[in-house]
């Protein structure tokens, strides 16, 4: 069963910066299609996702595009979600996700993913 631990959250101010880590365990991350997902303070999780990883492709979504990227450290069995110019609107819990649909290219539903990791927290405020 593999298991995904989300860190590195915290407190930012507007403009600033966070690299989220995904650490899997239980599997090699790689044979899998990975999202970033968002929860907004009191919203459920996002249906689809910022960003996802699959067949060699990055997706971002409109919102994010230009300022999130996205890697993958294989040795690690580790994904990476660097975020620069943090927005208030940003704050919320990150979910890191895998999905055992790798061969498609479009994973953003967040209904294709059946491992999820706990969440870490970014707060964006002045």
């Known amino acids: 069963q593999l298991m995904l631990v989300e860190t590195g959250g915290g407190l930012v101010q507007p403009g600033g910066s966070l690299t989220l880590s995904c650490a899997a365990s239980?599997?090699?991350?790689?044979?899998?299609?990975v999202g970033w997902f968002h929860q907004a303070p009191g919203k459920e999780r996002e249906g689809h996702s910022l960003?996802?990883?699959?067949?060699?492709?990055?997706n971002y979504a409109d919102s994010v595009q230009g300022r999130f990227t996205f890697s993958r450290d294989n040795a690690q069995n580790t994904v990476y979600l660097q975020m620069n110019n943090l927005k208030p609107e940003d704050t919320g819990v990150y979910y890191c996700?895998?999905?055992?649909?790798?061969?498609?290219?479009?994973?953003?539903?967040?209904?294709?993913?059946?491992?999820w990791g706990q969440g870490t927290q970014v707060t964006v405020s002045a």
């Open positions: 239980g599997g090699s991350l790689e044979d899998y299609g």
């Open positions: 960003v996802t990883d699959s067949v060699g492709k990055t």
């Open positions: 996700a895998a999905s055992d649909y790798s061969h498609l290219r479009d994973l953003t539903s967040s209904s294709w993913y059946d491992y």
